[in-house]
């Protein structure tokens, strides 16, 4: 890389973080006296569009809409003010329309000034514009996926069953409808819609049920491609791995033959896999938000590398050690799951950065961390790339609002420990990063094999299991190698995060995170950290041996579950169940103290605590 280019990484890298301040900055509209007048404006104008009260915390609702992009507190506000199901899902899509525009023209901002100063080469200029390009188009696309499967599809399967996953799972496979791997095996993904026939369903790729915006994708793929032919690279020589990189994008767009799908998106993965330069394309790669057949979502992003370049040899080291001494204790003898495990944790690449551009799917939400590719075919000839946006979070964490409802459930004491962290000691708290979350990307790598998560997911819950194992193997691994200094950070972090999930019961495409709490809060209880008596939560943080002992019981006999490729339900049931549509807590002390919260959540959860000043933070 040439002196200058790695001087304009540096240069861009900048204008993001400055961007991310500057956004972080509305808040100040809840919590100061001295705020920019155009930003309320801005946000009181969208409140009166979707027929919210101008209130305060109407406005920490939307800003959580537009900054956090996370939609919960606004649907709770509609909620509150008496809105019905209709309303709020036209709202939902109101406010995707309004939070794609407002950061189609932040991106247009950037590329311009990048334009400007002229940064990076043409070759990478012209990529992150065409970028943007297939981004727009995409995200026009996402109203009608997310209409078409999310609002219309998926009412009507529950409907029809009756709101019984498991009805909906048997009809799709026994009806043919999921797609398949090359093997002929049914796929764990589906890039393909359902579509509604007298006295069934059928499906159909992407490029069949939106043909319109597959040919717009088309269109601009190549265009960009002709022009990135035209021009050089000679900064990391990967100008033959991104065209055949966007060039499999476009013919996995296209293709129209539902048995090629998941074959052509391998594809994509595994040119993407090539690309190694600290400018990141993401793809379509998760499928969260469709419970039933796994339609990929339209994920669209640039990523940029930090370019001093950290990395997170220490967890890498802590969890290689920690899957060893699990395995070695396990009953089972799948030592092909061990070497493809063990190569794959030393083929990661790892990129800690922050996010350029997103588009489409990515307004509804953005990663705190990922790894990827989820193919495992792909993953056990290439390996994975994870990622990790530690700067934006702490960003995101010091210009959130201080709640009210953080103060009435953790109390003074512990906030004020969870405040120094974030804003007076930045090294610790990236410490805690690599642990919690670095850690937790890499232990979704672990107990995989190529037909894991289809064995596991004959229920269609599958994720709501995938999600504490990879967070408790990053825990695991770090109680197995200690550092005194993270110990009481690591186990507040863990239960504020836990306590906190239970905002999303309701949320159904966050259900595997919303789950996920619900398994630590067993053990957090069980272990003795936590107790409720019905009005306050007590926290005891000496009681962290006990439950250290907890999830390295309950983390064996999952990493047993894996290995056995059993139904990931057999273990879910052991904490939650699904009653009326929404898992509740199978422990009744967990249950009263879920009720408590969500209450709470309800009534306060976007009030403004009142009894202390982010200024005296910020000194």
Partial sequence: MKKRFENDLKRVYALLEERQKQLGAYFSIVESQTYDKAVEAFIDA????????????NRVAILTRLINLRDEQMVQALEKEGKDALFITEAKEKAYLWVSDFYLKEHERL???????QLLCPFYRRLLRGVHEVGVVLSLWQS???EHIINTINPLLELEYDHDEAKIMAMLHEKGLFDVEPSGKIGDRS?????????????KAYALAFPTHVLHVKNVLEALVEDLSRLEEDNFGQKEAYIAYFNAIKEAFVEEDRAKLIGKWAQVDRTWMAITSPIQVGHPLEYYEDHYKKAVALEWDVRLSNPLMKDATKTLVRIEKMFEAVFEKSAHTSLHVKENVLLNLKRVQLYIGRPALFYAAEFNGLFSAQVVPND????KECGKKIFAFADNILDSLRAKPFLKIHHEVFGKAFMDAERELVFHQPSLWHQVYEVSTIGHEFGHILWMDGDTETFMNQSGVFKNIEEFKATTGGLVAFFMDEDEALKEPLLRDTLKRAVGLIGWMKTGEVEPYYCEGLIHLHGLFQSGVLDFDGKKLSIHLDAYDSLKAWYLQTYSALAEQYLS????????ERFTCKKEGVYVPNDARVASFVNYYWALHQSMGR???ESVKREDWLL
């Fill in 191 to 203: 890039y393909s819609v359902l579509e509604k026939l007298q006295g069934g369903y059928e499906a």
């Fill in 144 to 146: 009608a996926w997310t």
């Fill in 46 to 57: 969208f409140l009166e569009e979707i027929e919210l009260s101008l209130i305060r915390e």
């Fill in 376 to 379: 495992e075919t792909v993953t």
């Fill in 111 to 117: 590329l311009a000034q990048i334009e400007v100063e």
């Fill in 565 to 572: 490729k059993k139904d990931a339900k057999l273990f879910l």
């Fill in 607 to 609: 009030e403004i605590d």
